[in-house]
């Protein structure tokens, strides 16, 4: 699976959009860009996915850029609980379809 | 619906127990995942059933270190003689396989709560 950048950490203010970067420069055409997200002592948690085509849901929206070597996760709203950590993941479809995290980016919402 | 649940959720042994984690997926979810996760590393792939079947093991450290789901929904993740750098959150995560899916398909992966085990 391809590998991805992401930011260290950010900030966010609350109440605002928070749009988080994530690049996969080295990205085939059947692999496909997760976002999970990671809250202190919980599980990671589904956030969206995309293939090429934006995609937007009740959490999030995605944006991938045409050539798809970059993609942003736009949190339309901030609040406070949406502090975590964000993992940017690339994956092929089908089979053993393991997640590969790396050390994602964690996101403070400030108020 | 219920989610996918781990049991315990604290674990604490000393070096050289062996201990045994849990993992009931979400119900009719083909397949199920192990992953490690170390402080303040993401989380780590560890192991791979379609239903009863354990098709990739190739992210287990060692042989310390088995799973088993016998009747394709519960897992068990176990460690044998523990060690210190065995402390780790343990997290299981489950996916819905559809085989008639077409190409291009992929399965989204819920996860559990975790195990947090600390070996003394």
């Known amino acids: 699976d391809a590998k991805t950048t992401q930011p260290t950490s950010m900030d966010c203010a609350e109440g605002r959009a928070a749009n988080l970067p994530c690049n996969h420069s080295?990205?085939?055409?059947?692999?496909?860009v997760y976002w999970y997200r990671q809250i202190h002592s919980q599980g990671p948690q589904y956030i969206i996915h995309g293939l090429k085509n934006n995609e937007t849901n009740e959490m999030a929206s995605l944006i991938i850029t045409e050539d798809r070597k970059s993609s942003t996760l736009i949190l339309p709203h901030a609040t406070l609980r949406d502090t975590a950590v964000y993992y940017c993941i690339v994956r092929v479809a089908g089979g053993n379809n393991r997640l590969a995290f790396g050390k994602g980016n964690q996101v403070v919402v400030i108020p | 619906g219920a989610g996918v649940s781990q049991s315990p959720r604290y674990k604490v042994a000393k070096r050289g127990q062996d201990v045994a984690l849990r993992c009931d997926p979400i119900s009719g979810h083909v397949s199920l995942f192990w992953y490690q996760q170390a402080l303040g590393q993401g989380p780590e792939f560890l192991t791979y059933?379609?239903?009863?079947?354990?098709?990739?093991k190739s992210g287990l450290p060692s042989d310390r270190f088995f799973a088993e789901r016998p009747e394709g929904s519960v897992s068990t993740l176990k460690i044998q003689r523990t060690q210190q750098e065995d402390s780790a959150v343990y997290l299981c995560?489950?996916?819905?396989?559809?085989?008639?899916?077409?190409?291009?398909?992929?399965?989204?992966?819920?996860f559990g709560p975790g195990t947090r085990l600390t070996v003394l």
């Open positions: 080295t990205i085939s055409g059947n692999e496909y």
């Open positions: 059933f379609q239903n009863e079947a354990q098709l990739d």
């Open positions: 995560a489950s996916s819905l396989k559809n085989k008639g899916s077409a190409r291009g398909h992929t399965d989204t992966q819920y």
